[in-house]
């Protein structure tokens, strides 16, 4: 379908108040799942951050790579396994990760932004003492595995105030010394909280939060906070949902204005969601 001027212009009309709304505030964006392997969705995922830039906001990007290791690992005949959804990760496959995750995945994210006209700048979280790390409590099973004890937000800030767009690779150092592997999920809520961003925006395989997992029309649009527990009782929010959801509620009640799970899946499915009246995916709000 071809858009005619007037209908060209009518779309950037109704996108007005959001960015004005919008204009100057920080929105992070968890970027994994498919629209990280499809390169068509890949390009369109760069399209729409690198926009966000040029109309005044600060996306900050927070991404994952759970494919990528994967490939790796088994290139180099070291054991994939996981337990209750989360990578055993010993020295060898730590090492592995950091590479893939700091070097490969990081770097390819920001030559996309670069290429689309924008300008990015990759870090870990061990840049500036951005993450600081602890081993997953309990879990001793899953070797280096992490989580988030404390954001140090200096080199973010930095970056933004320069005009460059922060693709942050969620790595951890731990006063112990030792790199830790943490959920980019976990990391993208904290530093959303961190930040005081305005905006959270998960982008998922799914196209939300469903009643029916069935049925693509039982979507459920707005979650309220008050709602949750219900939801988890009677089944709704569980398996892989389950953590996103939890990455929501920490943001909403860490004072990060909106959430949003989305189908990245769908073409320019953030700037659907931030920029036109509809939007898509499921919203988590403090009500």
Known sequence: MVLSALEKAEILVEALPYIKEFYG???????GGAAMIDCELK????Q?????????????VVHGGGPEINTMLRRLDIKVQFVNGLRVTDQDT???????????VNKEIVAGLNANGGKAIGISGKDGGLIQAIPMPGQEELGFVGQV???????IETVIESGYIPVIAPIGMGVDGYTYNIN??????????????DKLVLLTDVPG????????????SILKLSEVESYKELGIIGGGM???????????QGGVGRTHIIDGRVPHSILLEIFTDQGIGTMVVDQ
């Open 184 to 197: 980019a999920d976990l990391v993208a809520a904290d530093i959303a909280v961190t930040m005081k961003a």
């Open 149 to 155: 004890e404390q954001i140090n937000p200096g080199i």
């Open 242 to 252: 389950l953590p996103k959801v939890e990455c929501c509620l920490h943001s909403v």
């Open 48 to 60: 729409d951050i690198v926009l966000m830039k040029y109309v005044g906001m600060h996306p900050i």
């Open 43 to 46: 390009q369109k995922v760069m």
């Open 94 to 104: 730590m090492e592995i990760v950091e590479m893939v995750l700091g070097g490969k």
């Open 209 to 220: 939060l469903l009643k029916d997992p069935a049925d693509a029309g039982s979507l459920v």
């Open 25 to 31: 505030r920080k929105v992070v964006i968890k970027y």
